[in-house]
């Protein structure tokens, strides 16, 4: 049975010596707050027998708790942690270096802006430029 992404809720629980140093959406919450982030959604949308269904395949995929795992998540989040500091310094996703502004020149694209990599023509990476307007 796959389980449809709209009956799935997210929510991010941090707990011991940490505060939040910007508003956070309501589904990343600080130890006991993620109590009432569950109990705002009310509407059934799972049956009984779904629900059995899942708890038993989370208690059969979840991993051991030990050094292991903790080094291994503590690795993953450092990855997509610098990923969006990459992003947000607009790095080349791909070898580090600066995006800069470039204007297409092919016949179908031509005056179109995107942000290409300065390390090019070594690394080919390029990104629209559409989202940074927005943000910028
Ligand atoms: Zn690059």
């Not at 991993?63 to 998540?73: A, E, G, N, V």
């Amino acid at each position: 049975m796959e389980i449809d992404p709209d009956k799935v809720f997210s929510v991010v629980v941090f707990v011991g010596d940490s505060t939040f140093k910007t508003a956070m959406r309501d589904n990343v919450v600080y130890a006991g707050d993620y109590v009432r982030f569950i109990k705002s959604k009310t509407q059934p949308i799972l049956s009984d027998g779904e629900i059995l269904d899942i708890c038993t395949r989370i208690q059969s995929g979840r991993l051991r708790p030990s050094i292991r795992t903790h080094i291994d998540h503590v690795k993953q989040v450092k990855v997509i942690v610098a990923e969006k500091q990459r992003q947000e310094d607009n790095l080349c996703p791909k070898c580090g270096k600066p995006m800069i502004l470039r204007t297409a020149r092919s016949v179908n694209n031509q005056g179109k802006q995107f942000w290409g990599c300065s390390g090019f023509p070594k690394c080919r990476t390029v990104r629209q430029t559409s989202h940074r307007c927005l943000q910028r």
